[in-house]
Nanobody, 128 residues
């Protein structure tokens, strides 16, 4: 029903910045709360950031990225963004976006099991 495609990953030096994009097709994008997760080799999938449905008035971030990352959405483009600044080697991971259908209420969600749809992931590598 909803397809998600991440882009914008790559290799960057520590202290640098990247902006990830997640483009959605199918459904009505504004009816989905969105999340970003990451997974490093041998580790569990980890919550990074979330934004509520509609205009995205509610956001939250993992403590490890708070103050460095921001999340935003452009419903006209059916796209959610993750702006990553002051990157550290420990940010190296595959980054995934996810969507949760939420037509009649607003909220933010932190668990992978909360989400209905997932993208394929994009690799972010931060070198020292």
């Amino acid at each position: 029903q909803v397809q998600l495609v991440e882009s914008g990953g790559g290799l960057v030096q520590a202290g640098g910045s990247l902006r990830l994009s997640c483009a959605a097709s199918g459904g009505t994008f504004s009816n989905y709360a969105m999340g970003w997760f990451r997974q490093a080799p041998g580790k569990e999938r980890e919550f990074v950031a979330a934004i509520s449905r509609g205009s995205g008035v509610m956001t939250d971030f993992a403590g490890s990225v708070k103050g460095r990352f921001t999340v935003s959405r452009d419903n006209a483009q059916s796209t959610v963004y993750l702006q990553m600044n002051s990157l550290k080697p420990e940010d190296t991971a595959v980054y995934y976006c996810a969507a949760k259908f939420r037509r009649f209420s607003s909220g933010i969600y932190f668990l992978p099991s909360d989400y209905d749809y997932w993208g394929q992931g994009t690799q972010v590598t931060v070198s020292s």
